[in-house]
């Protein structure tokens, strides 16, 4: 029953391509940078998907809990501000990528 054993060859092979990517920084640094659009997109996302969440979490926490619209109102601001703080941190990430791009190469 020893031929049943997995060959660790390729999974060896992805081991060593993944700590090169690790090392390197895992982004390549001839990569192009986001385009206005696809910042936008981010940074709309980022808060749409937090505000969301926090009211669909407010809102079942209300049915579950029989507390309407409390949890509803509460998880709401919790999401608005959730997703100002995750703007805050992508428009941070984008402008420091931005900076990296513009260094001089050597």
């Given amino acids: ?3 049943d054993a997995p ?3 390729p999974l060896r092979a992805l081991s060593e391509r993944l700590s090169k990517v690790r090392r390197r920084g895992g982004v390549p640094k001839d990569q192009p940078p986001t385009s206005p659009l696809g910042a936008a997109f981010r940074i709309s996302t ?3 998907a937090a505000v969301a ?7 079942l926490l209300d049915r579950w809990l029989g ?3 409390l949890l509803l109102i509460v998880m ?3 999401g608005v501000a959730t997703g100002f703080r995750n703007v805050m941190r992508a ?3 984008m402008n420091e ?3 990296k791009a513009r260094e001089p190469r050597d």
Avoid: H, N, Q
Wanted: without cysteine; glycine residues 14%.
């Fill in 67 to 69: 507390t309407s619209p």
């Fill in 7 to 9: 060959d660790p060859g």
């Fill in 1 to 3: 029953m020893a031929d």
């Fill in 91 to 93: 428009a941070r990430e």
């Fill in 76 to 78: 709401f601001f919790l």
């Fill in 97 to 99: 990528a931005a900076e």
């Fill in 46 to 48: 980022e808060l749409v």
């Fill in 53 to 59: 969440v926090g009211a669909g979490m407010g809102w």
